[in-house]
């Protein structure tokens, strides 16, 4: 028996001819949309470096005090 167009869960397999946009307006919406995606992830990581403040977290006391305010 020939296992064509399936996976072994029930999905259906798409070929790699069927995901590549066809059109010209396509693929420039696709790669601004992965440049604005990664673009936001590098922002995100680099404003997390930039005020990441280590020494927040070192001891436990100040999290507990942390943890007491939040709850009540």
């Known amino acids: 028996m020939e296992r064509t167009g399936f996976e072994p ?4 397999l798409v ?3 069927d995901t590549q946009p066809k059109s010209r ?3 420039i919406v696709l ?8 673009s936001l992830v590098a922002a995100i990581v680099l404003a997390r470096a ?4 280590p020494g927040v977290y070192d001891s436990f ?3 507990a005090s942390l943890a007491k305010s939040l709850i009540f």
């Open 50 to 53: 930039a005020f990441f403040e």
């Open 31 to 38: 790669r601004a949309g992965t440049g604005l995606f990664w």
């Open 61 to 63: 006391s100040h999290v």
């Open 25 to 27: 307006a396509a693929k």
């Open 15 to 17: 070929s790699s001819t």
């Open 9 to 12: 869960f029930g999905e259906p």
